[in-house]
């Protein structure tokens, strides 16, 4: 049986995924089957890490606002009670928004959040401290 070398068309698919994987360090950056194990790993990892960077962005909102809330000892507010009011009140502010504006304008924070504190609340379903 006659040898058949595979030529331009799998040096073409190995050039690029080498071109893919040629930022990685030692063995991830020039042997073959390790090249394409790091790019599996690779693009696996940026997929989970896509998701995950959503969860750790709202996990950070929510803990500058919960900061910012507390820190002020003239209003005695959570950030739990501060959300929750916004939803009965439906005011379309995200968590995002809540923020920066708690990093960028503290005062507009604290004025909405008095504002809150004072009007009655309509869906109110139990009785407690706000």
Same mark, same amino acid.
């Given at each position: 049986?006659?040898?058949?070398?595979?030529?331009?068309?799998? !040096?073409? &698919?190995?050039? $690029?995924? @080498?071109? %893919?994987?040629?930022?990685?360090?030692?063995?991830?950056?020039?042997?073959? #089957?390790?090249?394409?194990?790091?790019?599996?790993?690779?693009?696996?990892?940026?997929? !989970?890490? &896509?998701?995950? $960077?959503? @969860?750790? %962005?709202?996990?950070?909102?929510?803990?500058?606002?919960?900061?910012?809330? #507390?820190?002020?000892?003239?209003?005695?507010?959570?950030?739990?009670?501060?959300?929750?009011?916004?939803?009965?009140?439906?005011?379309?502010?995200?968590?995002?928004?809540?923020?920066?504006?708690?990093?960028?304008?503290?005062?507009?924070?604290?004025?909405?959040?008095?504002?809150?504190?004072?009007?009655?609340?309509?869906?109110?379903?139990?009785?407690?401290?706000?």
């Amino acid at each position: 049986m006659t040898r058949i070398k595979r030529g331009y068309i799998a !040096r073409k &698919r190995r050039t $690029k995924i @080498r071109l %893919f994987t040629s930022s990685f360090r030692g063995a991830h950056s020039r042997l073959t #089957r390790t090249i394409t194990q790091q790019k599996i790993k690779a693009l696996v990892s940026a997929h !989970r890490d &896509r998701d995950r $960077k959503k @969860r750790d %962005f709202r996990g950070l909102w929510i803990s500058r606002i919960n900061a910012v809330i #507390r820190g002020n000892p003239k209003v005695y507010y959570i950030y739990s009670n501060l959300i929750y009011s916004l939803y009965t009140r439906q005011l379309l502010l995200n968590r995002k928004i809540v923020a920066q504006i708690a990093i960028l304008k503290e005062n507009c924070l604290f004025m909405i959040a008095n504002d809150i504190i004072k009007t009655k609340n309509p869906l109110r379903l139990y009785s407690g401290k706000v």
